[in-house]
């Protein structure tokens, strides 16, 4: 190996973190010309041998309303049939989720022959009662889980209509399959909530909250919508489901807590998700 990289050049490399792509494998080991054999117009990323996190985000996006592209990407890649992304807070999701409920069965039947895997939401979905039933059966309570975006299961099995009217008859039988009501959340209160909240210096350190809730007008995904929208700058918006006293938690993670408080004429926001705490206040010009 003395024409390319040694064993130990490599091992060191590997230990100061530089990615793979800065590396030419093929000219070391073979002793090769310095070239990316078989790709040399397309640059291997660094992120190899796993997906680029904007793949995956794409797939679980495409998979709520997107035959066309989430065949095109899964005919291509058909590991990407059981990709998840997290939608902020630890809201995993993943394309066979996205499908399910948006009730796009479509979507869900070709992911399902692609290898993806199935789920009690997906099941409930798709109508396939007996499944539904055994999940109840081995996992008792499991009906009161909630899926992506805390999206019912009892939900999931509306979404899919007339196909999925026996599944979601027995759910409802069962009591407690949907979600609970938030607590009431009056429309001044939450206008009084609404603006941007700054945490730091730079353009991503802010988030915007507003109680634009037209996206979820004749939405059957949610039996009780949400009451504010909470939206990192460059992040995915979040809903909020009120708690109490301002308090709120966001959609997908009921472990979270985002509470709102005025202090000094301020209003302030604080997160809180395990061991981080971010805290925020609202730009004067909001009020």
């Known amino acids: 190996m003395s024409d390319g990289l040694s064993r130990r050049t490599l091992l060191k490399l ?8 800065a590396v030419n494998l093929s000219a070391g080991l073979l002793g090769s010309p310095p070239r ?3 790709s040399e117009h397309i640059p291997v990323s660094d992120f190899f ?3 680029p996190p904007d793949l995956i985000r794409e797939i679980v996006t495409v998979a709520h309303f997107d035959f066309k592209r989430v065949k095109e990407i899964v005919d291509a890649h058909t590991s990407l049939a059981n990709a998840a992304w997290d939608w902020g807070f630890g809201d995993w999701e993943t394309p066979l989720g996205a ?5 796009n069965r479509k979507i869900a039947e070709y992911l399902a022959a692609q290898g993806a895997r199935p789920s009690v939401f997906s099941a409930a979905m798709l109508g396939q009662l007996d499944v539904v039933k055994a999940f109840v059966i081995a996992q008792p309570g499991v009906q ?4 992506p975006h805390s999206i ?3 939900a999931h099995a509306r979404m899919g209509g ?9 759910l409802q039988s069962l009591g407690d399959a949907d979600a609970e009501p938030p607590v009431s959340l009056p429309d001044a209160e939450a206008a009084s909530l609404v603006g941007t909240y700054v945490f730091g210096q730079g353009a991503t350190q802010q988030v915007e909250v507003n109680a634009d809730l037209k996206m979820y007008a004749n939405n059957k995904m949610y039996t009780h919508p949400p009451q504010l929208n909470w939206t990192r700058a460059g992040a995915m918006t979040r809903p909020l489901f009120h708690l109490g006293d301002h308090a709120f938690y966001p ?3 009921p472990s979270v807590r985002i509470r709102f408080v005025k202090d000094a004429g301020f209003v302030v926001m604080t997160v809180s998700d395990a061991d981080q705490t971010v805290t925020a206040r609202r730009k004067l010009e909001a009020q």
């Open 14 to 21: 590997a230990s100061i973190g530089v990615p793979l792509s």
């Open 36 to 38: 990316n054999v078989g």
């Open 49 to 51: 041998p796993a997906y």
């Open 99 to 103: 499908a399910s409920h948006m009730g």
């Open 144 to 147: 009161r889980i909630r899926g």
């Open 152 to 154: 019912s299961l009892l």
């Open 162 to 170: 007339e196909a999925a009217k026996p599944a979601f008859q027995f």
């Open 251 to 253: 959609a997908g993670a």
